[in-house]
C-alpha cells in the first residue's frame, strides 16, 4: 500500500535532490523511500559487520600470493613516490 506523504523541505535541498535523482534515473519519492528504507532497516537487524558495501563486494577481486608483505609493498611505494 503507498500513501502520500507531505514535506517541508529547504528549496536548495530539493533541487539538488531533484538532480541528483534525475541524473541516476531514479524518481524523487522512490529515491526518499530507499533511503528510509535503509536507515530504519539497519536498526531492525543487528550489525555483524563493519564492512560497507561496496567494501564487501570487492571482496575476491584480486588474488595475492599467500606470502604477499602488503606492509613491505606500501613502504616500497612510498619510497618511490618520495625520492
Sequence with gaps: M???LTLRLNDNVIEKAKIYARNH???LS???ESYLESITK???????????PLVESLSGVIDLPEDFDYKKEYRNHLEEKYQ
Design 2 to 4: 503507498e500513501t502520500k
Design 25 to 27: 534515473q531514479i524518481s
Design 30 to 32: 522512490k529515491m526518499i
Design 42 to 52: 539497519q536498526n531492525e537487524e543487528p550489525k555483524t559487520s563493519s564492512i560497507t
